[in-house]
């Protein structure tokens, strides 16, 4: 509720949440959640105590995207190249996935949540390919959000694992090389169940992506936030919104078309 002064200094009340009213919402939301040791270490915490409380970032993201009507958010939370990092910060962050999907799977399915997983369960212990397995199936007919969780993902490693598994298809002759087009490759990617992202948000100040989504995000809205991931609060979702919403997406056209 939003209140303000009037004249002789008396508080009144304004209408309720009118901060969302107007704006173009994104059917499809992709974050980078960066930062979380960076927000740490400026508080003498450890690394994993900025990863810790990015989980509590996630489930104000997954609230304000469930407020908005967003269809889609997809979750950047652990980087084909994240396994370059000390195997104890791995450990945690696997044990974090591991704590959330047993902490919050029973919510985000009475809510009406849909969890999907994106990157590859190459390497991924059988216990954690399990717990993925159960939120996936469980949330399945799930018609709300669908919450994309984008865990051991690379744009590249998809990309080359897609290329591979079509190569196959050709090489067997169940495939003439003449039918590959951009949709049978869109429908071969890890995300073929869901639209590309219009919105891409990375945290951090970082002005990159990262391997996220390559193909997916080729008309994607890139905004860069200057906070760290754990301080991403329902003010800062709706500042890229916001700054969505004021974006003249052409698809290289030139008519302005408005955001969906
Ligand atoms: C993002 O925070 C979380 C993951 C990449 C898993 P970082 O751990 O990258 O934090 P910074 O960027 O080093 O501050
Ligand atoms: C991107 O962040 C990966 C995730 C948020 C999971 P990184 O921290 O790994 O990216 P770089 O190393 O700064 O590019
Ligand atoms: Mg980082």
Do not use: C
């Not at 800062?236 to 003249?248: K, N, P």
């Amino acid at each position: 509720m939003n209140s303000k002064a009037n004249d002789s200094g008396a508080e009144i009340l304004a209408t309720p949440a009118t901060d969302t009213e107007g704006l173009s919402v994104p059917r499809h939301v992709a974050i980078i959640m960066d930062g979380n040791g960076r927000w740490a270490q400026g508080r003498g915490l450890s690394r994993t105590e900025g990863h810790r409380r990015g989980m509590e970032a996630v489930r104000n993201a997954v609230e304000t995207s469930r407020e908005l009507g967003v269809s889609y958010l997809t979750l950047f939370s652990f980087s084909s190249e994240n396994w370059t990092r000390p195997p104890l910060e791995i450990q945690f962050l696997f044990g974090l996935l591991r704590l959330f999907i047993q902490r919050d799977l029973a919510d985000l399915n009475a809510k009406n949540v849909r969890v999907r997983v994106i990157g590859s369960r190459e390497r991924l212990t059988s216990d954690i390919k399990g717990l993925l397995d159960k939120a996936e199936t469980l949330t399945m007919r799930n018609r709300g959000l669908t919450l994309v969780i984008a865990f051991n993902y690379g744009g590249r490693d998809e990309l080359t694992r897609t290329m591979r598994a079509i190569g196959e298809d050709v090489a067997a002759g169940r495939l003439p090389a003449s039918a590959i087009d951009e949709q049978l490759i869109s429908s071969r990617l890890d995300t073929s169940f869901m639209p590309d992202p219009d919105l891409v948000i990375r945290t951090s100040g970082e002005m990159r992506l990262s391997n996220f989504l390559l193909w997916q995000a080729a008309y994607a809205e890139l905004v860069f936030l200057p906070l760290y991931w754990p301080d991403f609060d329902r003010a800062a979702y709706l500042e890229a919104v916001r700054e969505f919403s004021s974006r003249a997406r052409r698809f290289g056209g030139i008519a302005a078309r408005r955001s969906p």
